[in-house]
């Protein structure tokens, strides 16, 4: 199966409510007229683009549709897909690596969406396709057991986990990790934090004291800061992005569970919103659910006619 | 997001146009629906119940007697805040206890919702309430999960059975039935894995423990910062299960929850309790009304009421008042204002709930310990100067910046502040006087001599 297929797989369920709605409008023959704004419009909204970004949209295809004096509905798909695919960002990008030296990837994110998840695919990804040695810092000191389950994933991907107690200063646990993966010449080294709300002030300031910890060891760690989304959360999304951009420097996006039926439209608003990459979707529980996010590849496979 | 203003500031700009009209019209309503739509969608209320919703709110404004003395933006305000009130169900609702024990709780849910956090929260509660109840570990897909609930039975002490990952949950539950059978335990808590919606065998397993359990309150759990598609995994799980309640969870974020009304609008069933946060404890009973006003931006006043009411007894709080409007306000109410709030809870917390602030708090830090400063500063002074603050020279801030080990451009800081905050507190209270002459009825409740007192103690970030 080609990536391309996968990812539709992966995509069908989002598909199937973002894309049926949008193409079920679309495929109407009929006049460009405002009603059909209208309807695209609460499309959008539908699959929690949010207000602001799809009025947003909107308003560019309306632009679009002038300048290019397009009087067919079903002309609109192909330029509303391009309005997307411009806000996402249109190539795609691969993670930062450090010149040389291990390369710190710091992963971030409120309660539940799927941060230790995302690890162990991660590991597993970077290991398997990409032949890279990677190592884990378990830094969820916090949440009861999250070393554990850690851990589970480490021995899944066969990685390595530097860890501590529960109850360990999380700074210490990166400090710790970013050493071992230094002295033991790993490639990579992803550190798991504990989940926190975004508006907790001290929970985000022990972010900040990881990020000067871990730059004791190496000046330009975390060479990326991933956030990590839920794919079924709704405008708050954007807010959790801007608040972890300004305390941890987020420098790309994971958007997690896009199995569901959720649209994870959100991240056109946090792109348009907020200018953070998505770099990978997760669509599914298993080791090999990871995806490298593909703007393109995403718009098309979110705006694709027919039944997948 | 930042700037949303209240949805009550909306309104009021949409109808200010229609001062000294009889009656509301349908295209005078038109614009105020927008609003309220757009209002509900930023809030993450679905689409389909905001439509019908609006639907309702127009119906009823439309014809509405424009009072003199009442804007018309506030009062679609109020239809939409009863309206809302009511769709989420009055009163709060409790948890169903068997008469004959045990009663059996089943909690289920996505993914990261807060199944195995709440499963213990709620533990404790029952704990607390005289039952003894035992949790049940039925998640055997996630790594750790096991582990997890031990940890937290552990913290909470609260027995937990769990029979490892190796056996089915419907196998689980029922050694979990027999177990506190034997170990009289009165009520039964059972965490399930999380899963979605979708998955057709993980949902036919959740239908083979409610079939084997048949559990007295069946919760979904649910994120309060979930979209659009709270409604269909809420359909879902209804559809499948028949829920009996929810558990919204994740409170304490700063997400205005529109999922709340989503939820409850697809399954009519209520929302049982909310979480505001990671301790044991942190779990409230819901509050409809102040739900309402989350949504709406209103702020939870209520709460904050109650909080205050807690702390400061009326007659103080009249005094205060009173002050208040004829600026009389000096350091002395300013320390007795900042103790009681202390008591309170963190400030962060109480600041949030006042209406209009919450949008703008989230970039507001405010730092406790700048708190014990400035009460060290006042304590510096002598009474004399804390009654009139005017006398404080230069000579004075020196002596007072020595006294409480603070540099001397804190106490002129203090003392700027000060000036502010009684400049506002001026203002508020030329906005109370006006709001007494309007609130008729059940309009929108004031805050005892609290009103934003405190533009001291923090700053922007």
Request: hydrophobic fraction near 45%.
């Amino acid at each position: 199966m080609g990536f391309f297929d996968r990812l539709k797989e992966g995509l069908a369920k989002t598909k199937a409510a973002l894309v049926d709605k949008v193409t079920s409008i679309m495929t109407v023959f009929r006049k460009i007229d405002e009603e059909l704004f209208e309807e695209l419009e609460e499309a959008l909204i539908q699959g929690d683009v949010g207000v602001e970004t799809s009025m947003k949209l909107v308003e560019s295809l309306r632009k679009e549709v002038r300048a290019r004096g397009l009087k067919n509905g079903e002309e609109l798909l192909p330029v509303m897909k391009e309005l997307v695919a411009d806000m996402l960002g249109s190539e795609v990008e691969p993670l930062m690596m450090a010149p040389s030296g291990p390369t710190v990837i710091l992963v971030v994110g409120v309660n539940g969406v799927g941060k230790t998840t995302t690890i162990g695919k991660l590991a597993h990804h970077l290991k398997e396709d990409r032949g890279l040695s990677v190592m884990l810092a378990a830094a969820d000191t916090f949440r009861a057991a999250a070393i554990d389950q850690l851990m589970v994933w480490g021995e899944r991907a066969g990685v390595p986990v530097v860890a501590q107690g529960e109850g360990a200063d999380p700074a210490a646990v990166a400090f710790d990790g970013v050493k071992a993966a230094r002295e033991q010449g790993y490639d990579v080294l992803l550190i798991d934090t504990a989940g926190r709300l975004h508006n907790k002030v001290n929970l985000m300031e022990e972010l900040r004291k990881i990020k000067r910890v871990i730059q004791k060891e190496v000046p330009e760690a975390p060479h990326e800061t991933l956030l990590v989304l839920d794919a079924t959360t709704g405008q708050n999304a954007v807010q959790q992005t801007k608040l972890f951009k300004e305390v941890a420097g987020v420098t790309a996006i994971a958007l997690t569970k896009l199995d569901g039926t959720a649209k994870g439209g959100v991240v056109v608003a946090v792109c348009d919103q907020e200018s953070v990459p998505v770099k990978y979707i997760g669509v599914g529980e298993r080791i090999d659910d990871l995806q490298p996010f593909d703007p393109t590849a995403f718009v098309d496979a979110l705006f694709a006619t027919g039944k997948v | 997001m930042a700037m949303f203003e209240s949805l009550s500031e909306k309104l009021t700009n949409a109808f200010a146009r229609l001062r000294g009209k009889g009656k509301l019209t349908e295209s005078d309503v038109s614009d105020a629906m927008r609003e309220i739509r757009m209002a509900l969608l930023e809030a993450d209320v679905n689409f389909k119940v905001v439509k019908e919703f609006v639907a309702k709110v127009k119906e009823r404004a439309i014809g509405q007697e424009v009072m003199e003395t009442l804007n018309p933006g506030q009062m679609v305000v109020k239809i939409v805040y009863e309206e809302l009130t009511a769709l989420m169900g009055g009163e709060n609702a409790k948890l169903e206890i068997a008469e004959r024990p045990p009663t059996i709780i089943m909690l289920c849910g996505l993914q990261g919702a807060g199944k195995t956090t709440h499963a213990a929260k709620l533990a404790l509660k029952l704990k607390k309430e005289g039952k003894k109840p035992l949790m049940v570990a039925a998640d055997i897909y996630r790594p750790a999960a096991i582990k997890q609930l031990e940890v937290m039975g552990q913290k909470v002490d609260v027995p937990v059975f769990s029979m490892g990952d190796k056996v089915s949950p419907v196998e689980i539950v029922r050694g979990g039935f027999t177990y506190a059978a034997e170990n009289h335990r009165d009520v039964i808590l059972v965490d399930t894995a999380g899963r979605l919606h979708i998955d057709e065998e993980l949902m036919g397993e959740l239908q083979q423990i409610k079939s084997v359990l048949n559990p007295h309150e069946i919760l979904l759990v649910v994120d309060a910062m979930t979209g659009q598609d709270a409604v269909t995994v809420a359909e879902h799980f209804n559809e499948k299960l028949g829920i009996t309640g929810v558990i919204l969870t994740k409170l304490d974020g700063d997400t205005r929850g529109g999922a709340a009304l989503s939820v409850r609008q697809v399954t009519g069933q209520p929302i049982k309790f909310v979480g505001v946060g990671e301790k044991v404890e942190a779990l409230e009973p819901f509050h409809p009304d102040r739900m309402a006003q989350r949504i709406l931006n209103m702020g939870d006043v209520l709460t904050l009421i109650e909080k205050a009411q807690e702390q400061i007894d009326q007659k103080q709080a009249e005094e205060m008042a009173r002050k208040m409007m004829k600026a009389e306000f000096d350091f002395e109410d300013f320390l007795e204002q900042m103790r009681a709030m202390k008591r309170m809870g963190p400030l962060q917390d109480l600041l949030k709930m006042i209406p209009g602030l919450g949008a703008q708090m989230k970039d507001i830090n405010i730092d406790e310990k700048e708190m014990a400063h400035i009460e060290a500063m006042i304590l510096s002074m002598t009474p004399k100067e804390r009654r009139h603050p005017d006398i404080i020279n230069v000579r004075r801030r020196e002596r007072i910046a020595k006294g409480a080990g603070r540099p001397i451009a804190e106490v002129h800081r203090l003392m700027k502040q000060f000036e502010q905050s009684k400049k506002m507190i001026k203002q508020l209270g030329v906005m109370d006087k006006m709001m007494k002459k309007k609130g008729k009825g059940k309009g929108f409740p004031k805050l005892p001599g609290l009103g934003g007192g405190f533009p001291g103690p923090f700053g922007k970030r």
